[in-house]
T-cell receptor, first 116, second 115 residues
C-alpha cells in the first residue's frame, strides 16, 4: 500500500532563517506531488506541484521554492523565512497516468511552522 | 479555472441531528468533486468523490453527497451526527493548469457537534 511521510510535524524558526520541509511517498512510482499551505479561514492554497523529477510548477510568487530530487521526494525550502510564512504545510500525492482529473489526493500529516 | 464555494465557515449541530454542509462549484467542464475531512493538526482524509455515473455518492463514516448539475451543488450530508464528526470539512474540485491536474479547495466548514 502507498504511504506518505512528511516531517517535521512542528517547527519554530526565527525570521531570516532557512527552511527545509521534506515529503516522501512509498509504494507508488512517478506520483504527482503537491505542496499546500493552510491558513486559518483561508482553506488550502496550492504552492507547488510536480509531475516528475526536476519538474516544478509554482502557483504563486513568494518566498518559497520546491525541488524534486528523486521520484518520490518533494522538498519545500526557503532561504530566509518571513513572519508571513507561518502556517500549516501539507504535502500530497496523486496517481499519474490514466485520467488524473478523477483521482483523489492523499495527504501527509502536515507541518506546523511558526516563524518568530 | 474551476472553483468551489462552501457556504458557512461554521456549522453547529446537536448529536443525533442531521448534518448538512454546503458546496457549490463553478466549472466549465463536467466536474470531478471531492469531500475531505481534517481533524486538528492532521492531514486531510478523503470522505468521498464524484467522478461520473451515480449522482448520489456514499462515503466513509456514514457521509454521502449528491451531485446536482442544475444547482451546481455537491452538498455533504449525514443523517445523524456523532461527537466524533467534529472536524473541518473541505470541498474540492479537480482543476487543470497548463495541462496538469490540481485540486482546488474551498475555504472549509468547521462542524461543531454538541451533546
Amino acid at each position: 500500500s502507498q504511504t506518505i511521510h512528511q516531517w517535521p510535524a512542528t517547527l519554530v524558526q526565527p525570521v531570516g532563517s532557512p527552511l527545509s520541509l521534506e515529503c516522501t511517498v512509498e509504494g507508488t512510482s512517478n506520483p504527482n506531488l503537491y505542496w499546500y499551505r493552510q491558513a486559518a479561514g483561508r482553506g488550502l492554497q496550492l504552492l507547488f506541484y510536480s509531475v516528475g523529477i526536476g519538474q516544478i510548477s509554482s502557483e504563486v510568487p513568494q518566498n518559497l521554492s520546491a525541488s524534486r530530487p528523486q521520484d518520490r521526494q518533494f522538498i519545500l525550502s526557503s532561504k530566509k523565512l518571513l513572519l508571513s510564512d507561518s502556517g500549516f504545510y501539507l504535502c500530497a500525492w496523486r496517481k499519474s497516468g490514466g485520467n488524473p482529473m478523477n483521482t483523489e489526493a492523499f495527504f501527509g500529516q502536515g507541518t506546523r511552522l511558526t516563524v518568530v | 479555472a474551476q472553483s468551489v464555494t462552501q457556504l458557512g465557515s461554521h456549522v453547529s449541530v446537536s448529536e443525533g441531528a442531521l448534518v448538512l454542509l454546503r458546496c457549490n462549484y463553478s466549472s466549465s467542464v463536467p466536474p470531478y468533486l471531492f469531500w475531505y475531512v481534517q481533524y486538528p493538526n492532521q492531514g486531510l482524509q478523503l470522505l468521498l468523490k464524484y467522478t461520473t455515473g451515480a449522482t448520489l455518492v456514499k462515503g466513509i463514516n456514514g457521509f454521502e453527497a449528491e451531485f446536482k448539475k442544475s444547482e451546481t451543488s455537491f452538498h455533504l450530508t449525514k443523517p445523524s451526527a456523532h461527537m466524533s464528526d467534529a472536524a473541518e470539512y473541505f470541498c474540492a474540485v479537480s482543476d487543470q493548469n497548463s495541462g496538469y491536474s490540481t485540486l482546488t479547495f474551498g475555504k472549509g466548514t468547521m462542524l461543531l457537534v454538541s451533546p
